[in-house]
């Protein structure tokens, strides 16, 4: 069993920073992919960022490509988003995902554990 608990969201203005964290508990973390999903009120949720487990390889999703960046710490169980310029349309709340997956994936079916989201607003 793996229990995920996001924390970091927040208000911010238009073109300011936030960094979210997601610290897992159980085992097997440094040996699975991590995600990082985001849903607007009335929208379906969305795909944001995913890193393998080493940490070597990342995937974006193209509404935050080149402003948002995934990382993590196995020693510390815990994977972070860096999110800079963000837009009033970043606004969303935040859930951390992890999964089996080989390889940094963009789709939910990839990930069986999610935890409860973090609420993220920008400003204009």
């Known amino acids: 069993q793996v229990q995920l608990v996001e924390s970091g969201g927040g208000l911010v203005q238009a073109g300011g920073s936030l960094r979210l964290s997601c610290a897992a508990s159980g085992p097997t973390f440094s040996y699975r992919v991590m995600g990082w999903f985001r849903q607007s009120q009335g929208k379906e949720r969305e795909f944001v960022a995913a890193i393998s487990w080493s940490g070597g390889y990342t995937y974006y999703g193209g509404s935050v490509k080149g402003r948002f960046t995934i990382s993590r710490d196995n020693a510390k169980s815990t994977v972070y988003l860096q999110m800079n310029s963000l837009k009033p349309e970043d606004t969303a709340v935040y859930y951390c995902?992890?999964?089996?997956?080989?390889?940094?994936?963009?789709?939910?079916?990839?990930?069986?554990?999610w935890g409860q989201g973090t609420q993220v607003t920008v400003s204009s």
């Open positions: 995902a992890t999964g089996r997956a080989s390889w940094p994936s963009g789709t939910e079916d990839s990930y069986d554990y």
